[in-house]
């Protein structure tokens, strides 16, 4: 890796700390590739190819993964939702659905005892929403 590519995934881990630390605030790509010293569409490009999602995906996917937590204390959808920044319901429960392959009442409604009883380190690990395949492969192919 050359001192270039060291400095510019440097730039990014400032961008995606920026997001993990400020995920609730409202936040734009040019915010964040701001923070990563670029430009929006180079920041957009660079940080796909270093961690496999776009900066706006992982903002969500944080935002969902802390309105995991949040449901699982027993926090309403609405509260949750405004509590990880997300301003629209609608749009927040239509992404919850997406990530993590159910409403978030249905998730909300889960017995999470186990969850409470694994360290948070664990917990944090063994929760982390990952993208539902077959919720996005039905909604790409309605026949299949």
Do not use: W
Not at 29 to 55: D, K, N, Q, W
Not at 72 to 93: I, P
Not at 106 to 121: D, G
């Amino acid at each position: 890796m050359t001192p270039l590519e060291l400095q510019n995934f440097a730039h990014l881990r400032r961008a995606r700390d920026l997001i993990d630390r400020e995920y609730a605030q409202p936040l734009d790509v040019a915010t964040i590739a701001r923070s990563a010293l670029m430009s929006p569409a180079h920041f957009s490009r660079r940080f796909r190819a270093a961690y496999g999602e776009t900066p706006y995906g992982y903002l969500m996917t944080r935002r969902i993964e802390r309105a995991m937590a949040l449901l699982r204390a027993g926090v309403s959808v609405t509260d949750a939702c405004m509590a990880v920044g997300c301003t629209s319901l609608g749009s927040f429960s239509s992404r919850f659905t997406e990530i993590v392959g159910q409403t978030p009442t249905a998730y909300r409604s889960h017995e999470h005892s186990a969850v409470k009883a694994m360290p948070t380190c664990v917990a944090k690990t063994q929760t982390r929403p990952v993208r539902n395949a077959s919720s996005r492969i039905a909604t790409e192919n309605p026949a299949a």
